[in-house]
C-alpha cells in the first residue's frame, strides 16, 4: 500500500513540540487518561444509550480485538460511514486501539463516492450502519465491494443480513493489541471539500488534530459540566473538532448524538440533557431562530451556539442572542486545519461581523492577491495558511499538492477574506469554481461531467447562486442535443449516478449556447462567471 504519511519540516516540527503544541498523545491515550480521571462521568448519550467513559472503552476495546480476529492488520484502512449514534464513537476509538485507519465518509455519500473513497485510501474494510434516513446501506455495501474487490470486510452496525454486525464480531479473546501508535503517525483521513472532481483524502496525525482540538475546547471553555450536541453529521470536521465531540470528549465534557439538526430533534435534547454548547451552518441556524419564539421546550441551558461551514451573514447573527438567549460564536476553518473562532468574550460587533481569528499563535496566515503579492491591510485577497495544525501535503495526489500548496509549505486555501486590525478574518467568496452549498462543499467540475453523461445533454456548466436560506445553491445550465429533457427528469437521472443528494443541482436552465472568444475559445471558469452575472443581472431587472 501506498504510505500514508503527513510530514512538517524537522525545524517546524520541534518547534511545535518545544512550544506545548504537539504534547505526544494519541487519541488511545488521552481516552484512557479521562477513563483514570473520570471513570463513572457519562461520556456518551445517543438514543437509549447513556455510555460512561470506562464504557467506551471497553467498546472500543471490545471492537479493537474482533476487527484484528476477523482479518485486519494494523495500519489497513476502513471507511466508517455511520450516523450519529453512539457506535460511531466505538468504532473510531476501536480502529484507534487496534491501530486500523479510519477513512470518514458522510451518510449522504453513495456509491460513486465510497468507491472512490475506498480506492484512493487502499481500503481493505467498510463499516456502515444498517439503514438511516430509509436508506438500506448493505445495499450500498454490496455495490462497493463488487466495484473495489480490495475491500474484503464489511461491518454492519444493526442486521447484517449477509455481512457480519457489529455485535457478532469475534470476541477476539487471546488477540494481543498493538501498542500505542506513534503521536506523528497520521490516525485518520478525512475528505476535502473537493474543488475540481471528487474529494481528496487528507491524512491528520494524533500529534496535529489533538491540538486543533485541545485548543479548540480552551476557546470554547468546556469543562466537564459542558454538555456538547452533535446536531451535525459527526463525520464533518466541524462538529468532530471545533471543538466538537473529540474536544468535548478531551475536556471531560458530556456528548449528546442528536440524529437530526431540526429543531424537532435537537430542542427536546437541548431541554432533556441540558446542552450547554452546539454547532450548526447558517441554513440551520435560521430554521432555528424562527422555531425557537414558539417552542415549548426549555432551551435556557444552551449558554453558546457555534455557526460555520459557509458565512453567517451579519442581519442574522444579530439574532441569535435575543431569540436564543445565548452567545453566538462564529467559526471558519477546514478540514486541512487552519480554524479561526470569534472569542466569547469578544464585542459584539465583533462577533457580528467577522468569521474570527485563528486558534493558535503559530498560525502563520498570508493574504495575497492574484500575483502572490501581499494586499494593503483591509482589502481582499487570497487566504494562504501553514501551521501545527494545517496540513503539508494530500495522500497520493501530485496534481492536487502542486495546486493546493507553495513550495514553502502553504496551504492555499481557495477562499477569499479581509483581515481586520484586530487579526479577525471576514469571508469573502471563493476563489475557486466551489460552491459551499448549506456547508457542503461541491465541485462544479464533477457535477458537469455527469451531466455530461445524458444523452440529451450537449454541454454543462454549473455555477453557484446567492441563496438565502443555503448561502449559495447550484445552477446548472445546459445546452441540449435532441429532444430537451425536463429539468425534473433530469434531476432524477442525476439522483439515478450514485452521488450524495446534495450535489444534484437545485435549478436547471436551458440555454441555446456558451459564448465564446473569437477563436472559439473560453475557460470554464470565465464561462461559469458570465453565465453567473448574467443570469443574476436578468433576475435583478424583473
Known amino acids: 500500500m501506498i504510505p500514508l504519511r503527513q510530514v512538517w519540516p524537522p525545524e517546524c516540527a520541534a518547534r511545535y513540540r ?8 494519541t487519541f488511545t491515550s488521552f481516552l484512557r487518561q479521562r477513563v483514570r480521571e473520570m471513570p463513572d462521568h457519562i461520556a456518551v448519550v445517543g438514543g437509549e444509550a447513556r455510555w460512561t467513559f470506562v464504557e467506551l472503552e471497553a467498546r472500543a476495546e471490545r471492537i479493537a480485538r474482533g476487527l484484528l480476529a476477523l482479518g485486519f492488520q494494523p495500519g489497513d ?13 466505538s468504532v473510531v476509538f476501536g480502529l484507534f486501539r487496534a491501530r486500523l485507519v479510519p477513512v470518514y465518509a458522510l451518510p449522504a455519500h453513495r456509491q460513486i463516492e465510497i468507491a472512490h473513497f475506498a480506492r484512493t485510501a487502499e481500503a481493505r474494510g467498510y463499516i456502515v450502519a444498517q439503514n438511516h434516513d430509509g436508506f438500506d446501506y448493505r445495499t450500498l455495501a454490496q455495490q462497493v465491494t463488487a466495484e473495489v474487490p480490495a475491500v474484503e470486510h464489511v461491518v454492519v452496525v444493526g442486521e447484517g443480513g449477509d455481512f457480519p454486525s457489529l455485535d457478532t464480531l469475534p470476541s477476539g479473546e487471546g488477540v494481543v493489541l498493538p501498542e500505542d501508535a506513534d503521536p506523528s503517525e497520521v490516525a485518520f483521513l ?16 494524533h500529534d ?12 470554547c471553555q468546556l469543562s466537564p459540566d459542558s454538555v456538547y450536541l452533535a446536531a451535525l453529521p459527526v463525520a464533518h470536521n466541524f462538529p468532530m473538532s471545533s471543538p466538537g ?22 430542542f427536546p435534547l437541548i431541554a432533556r440533557e441540558r446542552v450547554t454548547i452546539t454547532g450548526l451552518v447558517p441554513p440551520l441556524a435560521l430554521l432555528w431562530l424562527q422555531a425557537a419564539p414558539t417552542t415549548t421546550h426549555d432551551l435556557s441551558s444552551l449558554q453558546v451556539l457555534q455557526v460555520g461551514g459557509a458565512k453567517f451573514l451579519p442581519e442574522s447573527a444579530r439574532r441569535v442572542r435575543p431569540v436564543l438567549g445565548c452567545t453566538l460564536q462564529q467559526v471558519f476553518g477546514m478540514a486541512e486545519g487552519l480554524v479561526n473562532y470569534t472569542r466569547l468574550d469578544d464585542p459584539d460587533e465583533i462577533i457580528v461581523e467577522t468569521q474570527g481569528r485563528p486558534i493558535s499563535d503559530a498560525d502563520e496566515v498570508l493574504i ?15 487566504l494562504l495558511t501553514r501551521g501545527p495544525y494545517t496540513i503539508r501535503a494530500y495522500h497520493n495526489n501530485d496534481g492536487a499538492n502542486a495546486r493546493a500548496f507553495t513550495p514553502d509549505g502553504y496551504y492555499r486555501t481557495g477562499d477569499v477574506v479581509k483581515r481586520t486590525p484586530e487579526g479577525y478574518l471576514v469571508v469573502q467568496g471563493r476563489a475557486s469554481d466551489h460552491i459551499n452549498r448549506a456547508g457542503e462543499k461541491i465541485s462544479a467540475e464533477e457535477i458537469e461531467d455527469h451531466l455530461l453523461g445524458h444523452p440529451s445533454v450537449f454541454d454543462a456548466a454549473v455555477v453557484s447562486l446567492p441563496d438565502a436560506f443555503l448561502g449559495e445553491r447550484s445552477c446548472a445550465f445546459i445546452i441540449a442535443q ?21 450535489k444534484v443541482p437545485d435549478q436547471i436552465v436551458f440555454v441555446d449556447a456558451f459564448e465564446t472568444t473569437a477563436v472559439g475559445k473560453v475557460s470554464r471558469k470565465e464561462l461559469r462567471a458570465n453565465l453567473r452575472r448574467r443570469f443574476l443581472e436578468q433576475e435583478a431587472a424583473r
Open 368 to 382: 495575497l492577491d492574484d500575483a502572490g503579492h501581499p494586499v494593503p491591510e483591509g482589502e481582499a485577497g487570497n
Open 18 to 25: 518545544a512550544a506545548g503544541y504537539w504534547r505526544g498523545e
Open 208 to 219: 496535529d488534530y489533538i491540538y486543533s482540538f485541545r485548543a479548540s475546547a480552551e476557546i
Open 190 to 205: 478525512q475528505i476535502s471539500g473537493g474543488s475540481t472532481g471528487l474529494s481528496k483524502l487528507i491524512p491528520r496525525t
Open 245 to 266: 465531540v473529540f474536544g468535548a470528549l478531551y475536556a471531560g465534557s458530556r456528548i449528546v448524538l442528536a440524529p437530526s439538526p431540526s429543531p424537532e430533534a435537537a
Open 482 to 502: 435532441g429532444e430537451k429533457p425536463k429539468a425534473a427528469a433530469l434531476k432524477a437521472w442525476m439522483r439515478t449516478r450514485g452521488l450524495a443528494d446534495f
Open 77 to 89: 484502512r476502513v471507511v466508517v460511514q455511520l450516523p450519529n449514534i453512539p457506535e460511531f464513537l
